[in-house]
């Protein structure tokens, strides 16, 4: 079994290969998120990097691993296996991140999104991709752009955008906030009023869009 970055180096060769049939609006990467397979379209990927340390962010969804430091820029870390409502596999010699660049208002965002394994770089005519399916899926259907039919058998391809919408994100961030604001309150009443809540939010302020915390590191 090849390792991640053995993986990462045969990939991007691939990207990078002239392809004579078809550009690369029509090609995609597949990868492996809780034993199932899923891909993007090469045109949303910046790079592919190993998995490394990631800082963790207080009070955020499960989705959201934290961030990572990339040449001096701060990237956030999207567990894919989360998002899509999966449960999150340990991280192996084979986890990596891919790096997309999603549109916010006024600027591009690098996004790292965890994945458990990269699979291989394959083309797709128009005839071969199939509309999302309402309902089967096992994911919510605005995530998929289509179903591509590979050697017999179908690929989910994401659709980027829809999956790391960058509102949704925040206003999960935000909820998630509130809610765990909430039950520190809570528990403040049931301990008879002492200063538990004080305390957390010296320590632990509620995220915001704009502010987060990186003094917790992975172990």
Do not use: W
């Amino acid at each position: 079994m090849a390792n991640t970055a053995e993986d990462i180096k045969k990939v991007l060769s691939e990207i990078s290969e002239d392809n004579e049939t078809l550009d690369a609006s029509h090609q995609y990467l597949s990868f492996l998120v809780d034993s199932e397979l899923y891909a993007f379209s090469v045109l949303d990927i910046k790079e592919i990097i190993e998995y490394t340390t990631i800082t963790r962010i207080p009070m955020t969804p499960k989705h959201v691993r934290g961030v990572t430091n990339l040449r001096g820029n701060v990237v956030p870390i999207i567990d894919l296996a989360a998002r899509l409502d999966k449960a999150s596999s340990d991280v192996t010699k084979r986890t990596c991140v891919i790096i997309t660049e999603i549109q916010a208002e006024s600027a591009k965002i690098d996004i790292g999104v965890v994945i458990d394994a990269i699979n291989e770089v394959f083309a797709l005519r128009q005839e071969n991709i199939e509309p999302a399916p309402s309902f089967g899926a096992g994911i919510r259907p605005e995530f998929i752009s289509g179903m591509g039919k590979v050697n017999d058998s179908f690929v989910v391809l994401l659709n980027t955008e829809k999956v790391l919408n960058l509102e949704e994100l925040s206003e999960l961030v935000r909820e998630q906030s509130k809610k765990n604001y909430h039950n520190l309150a809570m528990r403040t009443k049931q301990m008879g009023g002492k200063d538990v809540l004080g305390s957390a939010a010296k320590k632990t302020p509620p995220a915001d869009d704009t502010s987060i915390e990186n003094d917790e590191r992975d172990k």
